[in-house]
């Protein structure tokens, strides 16, 4: 299944998916965040208040 609404992963070129992410108090956060289906890969993107956070899953933290 392909879809050209979702955007590429601008690492390994596969397909990414959106994510829905919820705090501990059940409150929707409103960020919208991408991570690409390549397991191999694992780049995400997360856009929190307008700016953009990116890296991979792996041995680099999203925390700066
Ligand atoms: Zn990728």
Excluded: H
């Excluded at 501990?24 to 991408?34: D, E, L, P, T």
């Amino acid at each position: 299944m392909s879809c050209d609404c979702f955007p590429k992963c601008s690492k390994c070129g596969k397909q990414m998916v959106p994510l829905s992410d919820f705090s501990n108090n059940s409150v929707a956060i409103r960020y919208k965040s991408w991570a690409c289906t390549n397991q191999e890969c694992r780049f995400f993107v997360v856009l929190r208040g307008g700016d953009v956070y990116y890296g991979t899953a792996s041995a680099e933290s999203s925390r700066k």
